[in-house]
């Protein structure tokens, strides 16, 4: 028997209502705040990733999905949402729009993980970004937006952490000063960070491992050696959330698992956790547009995991508005009926009214039970006394009343709005 690859899963009808719900807030809280859907395809070059998000992070070295087409070119699954949209901007012209152009998309990233619940090797990303602007009152909408989001959906239980990881110009000296610090802890290192000391330090804060996050504990701050400007920009940034009334943590170890952060990064996780289930996070690349060959242009956006929201809302019990059903089914007794039953079904649809048709040569007892099943509320019944007088037999599902209506009335009976 095959089954779905490990780390996937199939949505089956009984979840869509949770999809669907998810994915409606998405949409509506972007129109609400200006932001435009971007879909960018399920593969890209793998340079665009592996260019951007830098070496030294999981997702490139350990992560990846990377194959060659049959022409030789080396492709990648997306594995995550940003570089795409900017690769979008660059290719389209968008820098050419008043700036900052804002985006949004809703889609899968593909990540070779070890799966876990809420960890996935295919999972779906909700992003925002906005592009073309390193206005600091832009980071802090981008939060509030991130917070507005989790909000409309129901999910209260959350807390916000945010941090600034400096610019090119302030990082390196606060690398080296990490770098010291964690020289006197080598042999206490897992072997994981001991790659990140050489080739990626400002990961080594973020390691779960129990040795290595007590060394974390004690290393210096980099909020003590941002430049000037970034201090500033991070000061704001807190200035804005405050007078929106977005509460916050400062967490001076997050750096977040993409390596093109600069300023403000922030990560939103459920209250009864730890770091490894983040429902979401995001911040300020300022410089992904470049590398992938642009102009230097700000940026900043923020991505939440559908999977890990779905959990959520599950946990929390949250009432999910039900997927629309059909309004009604339609059975028949013999042949006759039957071609009558079709032309009604057609006609009803074309009057906008979502028909299930029997099929096969199911008794009518057993199309009635089918019905029943489809939590339907009501059927329509064509035997040959019906198709003669030009009538239907009308079954209220829930009461099991049932009455004759002439077929020509049959529309505008089931449009009636019901009590
Ligand atoms: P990232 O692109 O790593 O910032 O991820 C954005 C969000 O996607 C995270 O905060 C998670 O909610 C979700 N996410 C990331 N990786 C996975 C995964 N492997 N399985 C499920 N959700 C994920």
């Not at 030789?72 to 700036?99: D, I, K, M, S, W």
């Not at 906005?130 to 959350?158: K, Y």
């Not at 020509?408 to 449009?415: G, M, Q, S, T, Y």
Request: with cysteine; glycine share 8%; charged share 25%.
């Amino acid at each position: 028997m095959h089954k779905a690859p490990r780390g996937t899963f199939d949505i089956l009808p009984q979840e869509h209502a949770y999809w669907k719900y998810v994915e409606e807030k998405a949409a509506s809280l972007c129109q609400l705040y200006g932001y435009q859907p971007l879909s960018t395809p399920i593969f890209e070059d793998a340079q665009i990733f592996t260019n951007t998000v830098a070496g030294g992070t999981d997702i490139v070295d350990k992560e990846m999905y990377i194959f060659e087409d049959k022409s030789g070119q080396e492709l990648a699954l997306r594995a995550e949402g940003t570089a795409p949209v900017c690769r979008a901007y660059l290719e389209h012209g968008l820098f050419n729009l008043p700036q900052p152009v804002k985006l949004y998309y809703i889609g899968p990233a593909f990540r070779y993980e070890r799966p876990q619940s809420g960890r996935y090797r295919q999972h779906h990303q909700f992003g925002f970004e906005a592009l073309g602007e390193a206005d600091p009152a832009l980071d802090a909408e981008v939060i509030e937006m991130a917070r507005h989001f989790f909000c409309s959906l129901g999910l209260s239980q959350f807390i916000i952490q945010l941090n600034s990881i400096g610019c090119k110009l302030c990082r390196p000296g606060y690398l080296e000063v990490l770098r010291q610090h964690y020289s006197g802890y080598t042999d206490r290192l897992c072997p994981d960070c001991k790659v990140r000391l050489v080739k990626n330090p400002l990961r080594l804060l973020d390691c779960k491992k129990t040795p290595c996050q007590e060394i974390a504990k004690t290393a210096p701050k980099i909020a003590n050696y941002l430049c000037h400007e970034c201090h500033l920009h991070f000061q704001s940034v807190q200035k804005y959330l405050g007078v929106m009334g977005i509460p916050f943590q400062l967490n001076p170890r997050l750096v977040r698992g993409l390596d093109y952060y600069t300023r403000t990064v922030f990560e939103v996780e459920p209250r009864e956790n730890g770091g490894q289930t983040a429902l979401g996070g995001g911040g300020r690349y300022d410089n992904l547009i470049e590398e992938l060959g642009g102009k230097p242009t700000p940026a900043v956006g923020f991505a939440a995991g559908l999977e890990r929201i779905i959990l959520n809302l599950k946990k929390q019990k949250l009432d999910i508005p039900a997927l629309p059903r059909p309004d009604v089914f339609i059975a028949y007794l013999e042949e006759e009926a039957k071609t009558e039953a079709m032309k009604l079904a057609s006609e009803l649809r074309k009057a906008g009214i979502a028909v299930i048709m029997a099929t096969g040569d199911k008794s009518l007892r057993g199309q009635m039970r089918q019905a029943d099943s489809l939590d339907i509320a009501y059927a329509l019944i064509l035997g040959e006394q019906e198709v003669s007088k030009r009538n239907v037999m009308l079954r209220d599902m829930r009461s099991g009343e049932q009455k004759t209506i002439p077929s020509v009335e049959i529309a505008r009976f089931l449009k009636q709005p019901k009590i």
